[in-house]
Each structure stands twice: as structure tokens, then as C-alpha cells.
């Protein structure tokens, strides 16, 4: 009820701001004024007004808004300990063996792995950098056509 009144009383206040305006030949911060004005009576006889002032004055919703604060903070706690974990390299677990030791490999640990040595074929040079002259090329040709 007072809040629906104050909303009541503040838009006539606004329009007439709108109108002291208007006579001084702003129109367009006049009617941007007008507009302002008109929202508090709008959401008075939307009935929003009534939904707010309900809701505020509830307890339970104040433990809610509480609640979404406790679980905003988990989220950001965890986040950063997960920023913090990835500068760590992940840890390897060794495989276990049936009875609890540590397994060992069948075969030595490097009998399956690719050559890296180096192979028969040669590998291509690579290509050098084009020199630095010539990067210029273009921007003289450019001058030059308008005769700079």
C-alpha cells in the first residue's frame, strides 16, 4: 500500500519536472523525462509494485537470496582451486598388479617404441626469409607509380 503510493506520487512529480522542461524549449529531454515518469505508474497498475513489496518482506526469500550467496561462493572456491591445480603437472598413478605391488612390464619399455633416429631420407633445407630489400619492393613500386 505505501509503496504503491509513493509510485503514485513520484510520476505526477516527474511530469511536472517534464513539463518545467518542455517550457524551456528542451523537448527531447522533456519527453525522455515524461517517460521516466510514467514507468512508476506502470508497474503500479501491473501489479509488479504489489509483487516486490510481497516478496521483499518475506524471511524466506531473504534465506533464498542467503543460499544463492552460499552457493556463488562454493563456485568461486572451487574455481579457483581448479586454476590453481592446473599449473601443476597431473600426477601418474603406477598400475597395480593383482596383489596390490606394483606391476612390471612384460617387455623392456623401449622394445615398442618408434625410431627416433635419425632416418635414410635427407630433409629439405628450409626456404630463408625473403631479405628485407625485397619486402620493399612493393612499397617502391607503389611511389613510384604516383610519382613520390
Same mark, same amino acid.
Request: hydrophobic share 40%; glycine share 6%; proline share 15%.
Given at each position: 500500500m505505501l509503496a504503491e503510493t509513493i509510485c503514485s506520487a513520484v510520476s505526477p512529480a516527474g511530469l511536472g519536472i517534464a513539463a518545467v522542461t518542455a517550457y524551456r524549449r528542451r523537448f527531447r529531454a522533456a519527453t525522455r523525462i515524461a517517460a521516466y515518469a510514467l514507468v512508476p505508474v506502470a508497474l503500479v497498475l501491473t501489479g509488479v509494485v504489489e509483487w516486490i513489496a510481497g516478496t521483499v518482506f518475506k524471511p524466506s526469500v531473504w534465506i533464498g537470496f542467503g543460499l544463492l550467496g552460499v552457493a556463488w561462493a562454493l563456485l568461486l572456491a572451487t574455481r579457483a582451486v581448479e586454476r590453481r591445480a592446473l599449473g601443476r603437472p597431473p600426477r601418474q598413478k603406477e598400475p597395480k598388479a593383482a596383489g596390490g605391488r &606394483?606391476? @612390471?612390464?612384460?617387455? $623392456?619399455?623401449?622394445? /615398442?617404441?618408434?625410431? *627416433? #633416429?635419425? #632416418?635414410?631420407? &635427407? @630433409?629439405?633445407?628450409? !626456404?630463408? $626469409?625473403?631479405?628485407?630489400?625485397?619486402?620493399? /619492393?612493393? +612499397? !617502391? $613500386? +607503389? *611511389? =613510384? =607509380?604516383? #610519382? +613520390?
Open positions: &606394483p606391476a @612390471r612390464d612384460a617387455v $623392456a619399455p623401449d622394445a /615398442s617404441a618408434p625410431s *627416433l #633416429g635419425a #632416418g635414410s631420407r &635427407p @630433409r629439405p633445407a628450409p !626456404e630463408r $626469409a625473403a631479405a628485407p630489400a625485397d619486402d620493399f /619492393s612493393d +612499397i !617502391e $613500386a +607503389i *611511389l =613510384k =607509380k604516383h #610519382g +613520390i
